[in-house]
């Protein structure tokens, strides 16, 4: 081969693909997955994630390597965990949105991209939808957009509702953000609010008892912590008969009355498209961020019958779900 040439072919290679130079290396493309758990709750999305990377040529095992971890709503393991992917050397890493901060302290090389973020401009993990910038992009969920129509929701399903209670882990800003959304809502509904203030999971047995004055409704803001401690907060809301509208239907498996959002399986699966392009060589900062495009809303009638509730027909017929 010519001096020349064999110089070209070499340049050209700094510019393959991740997944083609991981091959090269004998090592398998690396996603390191990391979500605030229980493995339990998030096995059907990230099931659908995996489905999707088949479908796009990626065979778990065969052509791609998936590190499955789960923080259970620590903050700390997720520090942990962060480092350990640096020390592996993931091609991309896939979280959910509140854990994003720490992983662009440990690393702004490895692309990450989330599934799952209530605010991403907002809560600061991207410049804006249109242009990322650095080494974030992913889904939102439009979590602050939907708080009004929750509150909605809530008003249909509970006519005698005058004050609202709203579960929020203040030490996660996309949830704060969220929780000043709901305050507007109510406010135009003439509705009174009592914030239950949580930042960790002893936080919620103390808040419950201290909630006064009593409340009508329970409105949870969705996050790792609260993900993790779904039956803390649904078990004794069901004792105080308070209704409760989470932002995904796991809650209202588990006994809430209802909940709506975007369907998480949707996102998971374009997720997945994400990955697939970063993989092929696209960088995460010329991916925009996409909104969520499917919504779901799942109401629980055996919580409604428990709680003395009659769900208008209009509104059952609107539900995606219905558990009975």
Known sequence: ?????????????????????????????????????????????????????????????????????????????EAEIAAEFVRLKADVILTD????????????????????????????????????????????????????KKVELLREAVPHLRRLAIMVDVGFAQSVLEMGEVQAAARTFGIGVTPLEIRRAEDIAPAFEALKPEADALYVVGAPLVDANRTRIIEPALRARLPTIFSNRYAVQAGALMSYGASFSDLFRRAADYVDKILRGAKPADLPVEQPTKFDLVINLKTAKALGLEIPPTMLALADEVIE
């Open 1 to 77: 081969m010519r001096r020349r040439a064999f110089i070209t072919l070499l340049g050209g290679a700094a510019a393959w693909p991740l997944a083609a130079r991981a091959q090269q290396a004998g090592k398998l493309p690396t996603i390191g997955l990391l979500f605030g758990g229980p493995p339990s709750v998030f096995s059907p999305w990230t099931a659908a994630f995996v489905e999707r990377l088949r479908a796009l040529g990626w065979i778990e095992a065969r052509t791609i390597a998936i590190e499955y971890r789960w923080s259970e709503g620590r903050r700390e393991r």
């Open 97 to 148: 949105g509140p854990i994003v901060p720490i992983l662009k302290q440990t690393t702004a090389v490895i692309p990450i991209v989330f599934a799952l973020a209530s605010d991403p401009v907002g809560g600061g993990l991207v410049a804006s939808l249109a242009r990322p910038g650095g080494n974030v992009t992913g889904l939102s969920l439009q979590s602050t957009d939907l708080a009004g």
